[in-house]
């Protein structure tokens, strides 16, 4: 890794993004942007280069905050909304606490205080050492934080000894998010996820073994159509050998900022369609097996967000949701397929609703959707979520 730069402190800072289920979290940014950034479908760093924030930098955000819940908690006595801006600006300027961070320490504070997320793309990178410096600074200032997690890359965890995953479990990091995207090594090694299945096989039993919980990440449509099938049974195979806490969708999309937009375009990779995806969901479900993970469909470009369950239990109830978009006269899978995109339908049975129908109808109506040109829109939109 790169030596530290010497650098002024910025001042509090946090980093572009975060899981959906840290929406909650207060953000600790140790590190700017990804240190890989080379993953053809990605286009959250590309441009930005990676650096790590000085300890002592990050440090003194954790005190920006545990000093700004100190003032909410006592002399404001919770009412932060209540607040004067003359007030406020006289508070901030005799403690010195930046305005960014009061308000991240409110949004925590309204929250409950109970998780943490560091940033940005793969803090693990750091060493342990470090790594476990931040985490006794944050259980020290905030003794009654439930969870702490982090993004890390596969690459990043194989590399480090189960020992140093476990000291970092007992000092508080309980939730890791990894980026599997797929188990098969051709399409990790197309989309440059510089991983193998093999280590992400290894990383994951890390994670698990040091008694840390897993968020894996599963992206239906990297493969697009030419590999789909040996995407879905071999990234199956994957977490059936990891058996990760969670499982997460995160269907692709290809924003104009990415190696893979250029692919797409010069025909080299051949975009799935939703149906294709439907498909492909199917035949990744069936072949999950012997796991007790939790399949979550938390995020905005997942066509089916009732695509949720626990294994085993719930695998006939996922397969039957898939069967039944499967089985939708044409008609009914575009008015679906609008609807959701616009924001209006949740699961399957909500395009039954006559309010939502018929927005819907008015708008295929009014833009001239038809299956012939629905993809176009939806690629257009998908890319506009990014
Ligand atoms: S490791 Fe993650 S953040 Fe970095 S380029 Fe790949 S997908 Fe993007």
């Known amino acids: 890794m790169n030596k530290e730069p010497e650098e002024a402190y910025r001042g509090f800072e946090q980093g572009p993004i975060r899981p959906p289920s840290e929406a909650f979290s207060l953000l600790i940014r140790i590190t700017r942007n990804c240190p ?12 930005s ?3 790590v924030r000085p300890l002592e930098h990050v440090l003194k955000d954790i005190e920006q905050i545990a000093r700004s819940i100190s003032l909410i908690h006592l002399r404001f006595g919770g ?5 004067d801006e003359m007030t406020l600006n006289r508070v901030l300027q005799d403690t010195g606490i930046d305005l960014q961070a009061f308000i991240c320490a409110v949004n925590w504070y309204s929250a409950g205080m109970r998780s943490v997320f560091l940033q940005d793309a793969n803090s693990l990178v750091l060493p342990t050492e ?3 410096s931040v985490l ?3 259980t020290q200032c905030f003794p009654a934080v439930q969870r702490i997690t982090s993004y890390a890359r596969a690459q990043t965890i194989y590399k480090k000894s ?4 476990k000291q970092l479990r007992e000092h508080g990091l309980n939730r890791i998010h990894i980026g599997l995207e797929s188990g098969s090594d051709k399409v990790l090694k197309f989309m440059k996820k510089g991983v193998t299945k093999e280590q992400h096989i290894e990383a994951g039993q890390k994670v698990m073994n040091a008694g840390i919980e897993l968020s894996e990440y599963y992206m ?6 030419e590999l789909l099938e040996e995407h879905a049974i071999e990234s199956a195979d994957a977490l059936n050998k990891i058996n990760p806490t969670f499982i997460r969708l995160r ?5 104009t900022n990415t190696p893979l937009y250029e692919e797409w375009k010069s025909g080299n990779f051949k975009k799935c369609t939703d149906e294709e995806i439907v498909h492909e969901l199917l035949c990744f479900i069936e072949h999950l097996d012997g796991i007790s993970s939790i399949i979550k469909s938390d995020h905005i470009l997942n066509l089916l967000p009732e695509l949720e369950g626990k294994f085993p239990e719930d695998k006939g109830k996922m397969i039957t949701i898939l069967n039944e978009f499967i089985g939708l006269p044409d008609q009914e899978k575009l008015i679906f397929q609008v609807g959701r995109r616009m924001g209006l339908f949740d699961n399957l049975s909500e395009r039954m609703d006559v309010k939502k129908r018929a927005v819907v109808e008015r708008v295929i109506k009014q833009y001239g959707i038809s299956n012939d040109n629905i993809e176009d829109i939806i690629n257009q939109f998908m890319s506009r979520m990014l």
């Open 162 to 165: 189960l020992e140093e995953m």
């Open 136 to 138: 006794n600074k944050l």
């Open 49 to 51: 280069h990676f650096s």
């Open 36 to 47: 890989w950034n080379r993953c053809a479908f990605c286009p959250v760093y590309k441009g």
């Open 130 to 132: 470090k790594l476990l």
């Open 220 to 225: 239906p449509g990297l493969a697009g159509k």
């Open 79 to 83: 009412e932060v909304y209540a607040i």
């Open 251 to 255: 269907t692709l999309a290809i924003p």
